[in-house]
């Protein structure tokens, strides 16, 4: 296994995810890696890639690319090139469910997924950090299982359970736990700010605020269960996260 680190949500633009931001860019362990971002939910929105280039180009000193599947005209021969020569792929956020045809059309998940197994840094934010799991909790627009203003969407499986980004904002929370409910599985639910670290075997949680927090969601005795994940600093095995007591 490779290193993927989903940020539940943050306003990005404003700095607030940057001490996650910055711990990305050190686990490359080189002075200027190549740091390729995938604006694809938000349609490759040029003011979000201006503003990806200003703090990972400019503030965090890195190599900056984007693939536009959108805008362009690529080819699979480029979106390969683009992906398997980057340290890292940051997605960023926007409307998951239409970013993850997009993908299938183009290969791209399959492409991600080989750069996983050669241990590219696989990172994003709410779409972005959706997108690694078996599944995800999304408010996106299009048809789909339904619980609540919700929907449950197939991604690209990485990563098991459900995950729910920006859990607390709204009613995220209460639509999540209803998902949970009805689907008996693993959920993992992160505020803004947040991040959870999968690394090989080992996960560990990151927070630009010290207030944000990360959750393990799952069923007992038909109650769902919020077990908050408090290890900031210390990684745990991966069977600690995944099992369901």
């Known amino acids: 296994m490779g290193r993927i680190i ?17 711990y990305i860019v050190k686990s490359t362990n080189k002075e200027k890696p190549r740091i390729l971002f995938v604006p694809t939910a938000s349609s490759d929105a040029t003011t979000y890639i201006e503003i990806f280039n200003k703090i990972y180009g400019g503030i965090l000193g890195c190599h900056t690319d984007a693939l536009c599947l959108i805008t362009n005209n690529i080819s699979e021969d480029e979106i390969k090139e683009k992906i398997y020569s980057s340290d890292v792929i940051y997605v ?3 409307d998951t469910k239409n970013m993850l045809k997009v ?9 991600l997924k080989q750069a996983f197994n050669r241990e590219t840094i696989l990172c994003g934010l709410s779409a972005g950090s959706i997108c690694w799991f078996e599944y995800g909790c999304s408010d996106s627009s299009n048809d ?34 209803n998902m949970i409910k009805d689907n008996n599985t693993l959920g993992i639910g992160l505020d803004n700010n947040c991040a959870l670290e999968i690394f090989n ?7 630009s605020d010290k207030n944000a927090k990360a959750y393990k969601v799952f069923n007992k005795d038909k109650h769902v269960i ?20």
């Open 201 to 207: 075997d080992k996960f560990k949680i990151l927070k």
């Open 92 to 94: 960023g956020g926007g």
């Open 103 to 111: 993908w299938k059309d183009n290969k791209v998940d399959y492409y």
């Open 6 to 22: 989903s940020i539940g949500g943050g306003d990005f633009g404003k700095l607030e995810t940057l001490e996650i931001d910055k």
């Open 144 to 177: 789909g299982e339904e619980f609540g203003t919700y929907i449950k969407l197939e991604a690209l499986g990485l990563l098991k359970g459900i995950h729910c980004p920006h859990l607390n904002e709204e009613d995220r929370r209460g639509g999540f736990i």
């Open 226 to 245: 919020d077990e908050e994940l408090t290890n900031i600093e210390t990684y745990y095995s991966l069977e600690k996260l995944y099992k369901i007591l």
